[in-house]
């Protein structure tokens, strides 16, 4: 009989199944089996794979800053450079219902929206350390809150305008190299990333930006030529913000005499009594109400624009000071500052913001200096100023952009100006009473001598008959012309662009290397001043995968800020 003890005492079986005897594991120490896998199927190890590169694309203007990261179509955030981004941590006062009501410190006229503003170009008056202090927390907000990356071996591609002075770039660089540890800078002219965003590379970049409105030729993705006027955003807001207040405290503005002011000096250099008080209402209103009549002015409109013409039946933009036939049509908006209200505004009357502070209606131009030129102007005298194969590219090619381009029928109205002023003028530089009565007679003195021109006798001498065509000629030139693609010159056209960001970030997504290029350490050892001209930089002849030689590490340039 056998027991239990017996039982468990008994030897297991020496032998293991045939089939089962390659997944016996070693009772030494319990592990994973290893795989084998094929070499024409296995994937590389990660010590063979490069990391990619991450560059961040920030666009830095006067009064916004737009983050990002290349390669992606939109930015991650847009930072304003407002009063209350210079708050201390904890303060928590704009959240308090009474906030709103406080009595604020009234500002001076040329200070209308001075504390929204990173830098003005006039940098007398301007302090330099607190530029580099928003700097410094703009990026520190951005790489902590949006970005949620280490600033660290990350390279920066930074978009400014093509015109910054020298201590105010000097100051941006110092604050981004000495408080990031970022390894180089690359800069990039904001018009050549709109051409580029626009998907050409050429034409006229409009800026209507806050204090000034650019205008910059770019013929081969280079600005040949650029024109600025101080008729910009800023003018605008400021009129809606008189505009508002007018009918806000009907008691503090005569509408009679104001409406006069407006139309005697409507220059630039006028400052009406705005109040900034009403800074943000009348930012809000223009970027959302704020509308500009489409309808193009005739000829002799658009050189003297003191008087507006009659619009045709029909037309749903009379003028400015055109008796209203019908009653019109009111815009309520109601009003955050106290008396709290709403305010009943004629919808005709929102665009005399945009009449008076682009397009400088009511006022002769011959009452105008060169740097305040209404928008229609600057645009031809810019395409005039340009070579004539330049100006066929360009005029084809008309970027309107910047903060005003929003504003509805603007864009439209500028083309057509542009159209009236062409037909009336041509390209010729020399325009007036005299000027065109001069033309008309050459033109009539050239009708004449076709006129009067005998017809051409075949029996005459062969230097005298018209040349014969080649039909060689004729099949090659046909040839060529199926082989090239057309391209469209000389016409006014429009072309709508993605935005300095988004070209910033496509040109930094293809690796394509700016001429700017900033290091670090070379920065920081001689600042601006160890900038090289181009002349004085060498390019040594060397292979592409073996890196940048010395010479183009140790020189660099300012390229178009030098």
């Known amino acids: 009989m056998t027991t239990t003890a017996g039982y468990f005492d008994r030897k297991p079986a020496t032998a293991a199944r045939p089939g089962l005897a390659h997944l016996q594991a070693d009772p030494s120490s319990p592990h994973t089996p290893q795989r084998t896998f094929s070499s024409a199927f296995s994937s590389p190890t990660l010590s063979y794979r490069a990391e990619e590169e991450i560059l961040l694309v920030v666009e830095l203007g006067a009064r916004h800053l737009t983050a990002g990261i290349s390669g992606e179509s939109n930015p991650r955030c847009r930072l304003d450079f407002g009063p209350d981004k210079g708050r201390r941590v904890g ?33 007398r008056e301007l302090d330099l350390g607190l530029v580099e202090d928003k700097i410094e927390r703009a990026l520190r907000e951005v790489y902590t809150e949006y970005l949620l990356l280490d600033s660290k071996n990350k390279r920066l591609v930074l978009v400014l305008p093509s015109l910054v002075p020298h201590p105010l770039l000097s100051s941006l660089l110092s604050s981004i190299f000495s408080n990031f540890q970022t390894p180089s800078i690359t800069l990039f002219p904001s018009p050549v990333l709109n051409v580029a965003a626009a998907g050409c590379r050429a034409g006229l970049v409009v800026d209507i930006g806050w204090a ?19 008729r910009a955003m800023k003018l605008v807001t400021r009129r809606m913000a008189d505009l508002l207040k007018e009918y806000a405290e009907p008691g503090s503005i005569d509408a009679h005499s104001q409406r006069l002011a407006e139309n005697e000096e409507a220059n630039a250099d006028y400052q009406p009594p705005s109040d900034s008080r009403y800074f943000d209402f009348a930012e809000e209103v223009t970027s959302r109400i704020a509308w500009c009549p489409t309808e193009a002015r005739t000829a002799a409109d658009a050189t003297q624009t003191s008087e507006p013409q009659e619009t045709a039946e029909g037309t ?25 209200k709403t305010l009943q505004i004629p919808f005709h009357r929102l665009a005399e913001p945009v009449e008076i502070g682009l397009f400088a209606t009511g006022t002769d131009l011959h009452d105008l200096d060169d740097h305040e030129q209404p928008l229609p102007q600057l645009l031809y005298r ?22 005003g381009s929003n504003i509805a029928g603007l864009k439209t109205r500028l083309l057509n100006e542009l159209k009236a002023i062409v ?29 009067e021109q005998p017809p051409v006798d075949e029996s005459a001498e062969a230097r005298l ?91 660099w340039t300012l390229g178009p800020w030098a």
């Open 423 to 451: 037909e009336e003028r041509g390209w010729d530089p020399v325009y007036g009473d005299v000027a065109t009565a001069t033309r008309k007679h050459l033109e009539k003195f050239r009708k004449s001598r076709l006129s």
């Open 316 to 340: 749903d933009s009379p003028p400015l000071d055109e008796p209203q036939t019908q009653a019109p049509t009111p815009i309520f908006i109601p009003s955050p500052l106290p008396p709290r």
């Open 465 to 555: 008959q018209a040349q014969v065509e080649d039909p060689i000629a004729q099949k090659l030139e046909t040839e060529k012309a199926k082989k090239s693609k057309p391209t469209l010159a000389g016409e006014i056209r429009g072309v709508e662009t993605l935005g300095a960001w988004r070209g910033g970030s496509l040109v930094a997504s293809l690796k394509v290397k700016g001429v700017v290029e900033i290091d670090r350490d070379s920065f920081l050892t001689s600042g601006l001043a160890g900038a090289k001209k181009q002349s004085e930089i060498t390019h040594a002849t060397q292979r592409m995968s073996l890196g940048r030689s010395t010479a183009e590490k140790t020189g």
């Open 91 to 123: 303060d928590y006062r704009q959240y308090y219902p009474e906030y709103q009501d406080r009595p604020r410190k009234r500002r001076r006229k040329y200070n209308w929206g001075e504390d929204h503003e990173l830098w003005q170009l006039d940098l």
């Open 382 to 403: 810019t395409l005039l100023s340009l070579p004539p194969d330049v100006r066929s590219q360009c005029m084809a090619r008309i970027i309107i952009t910047g903060g």
């Open 212 to 230: 000034e409105t650019v205008m910059s030729g770019i013929y081969e993705h280079r600005e040949v030529l650029c024109n600025r006027t101080t």
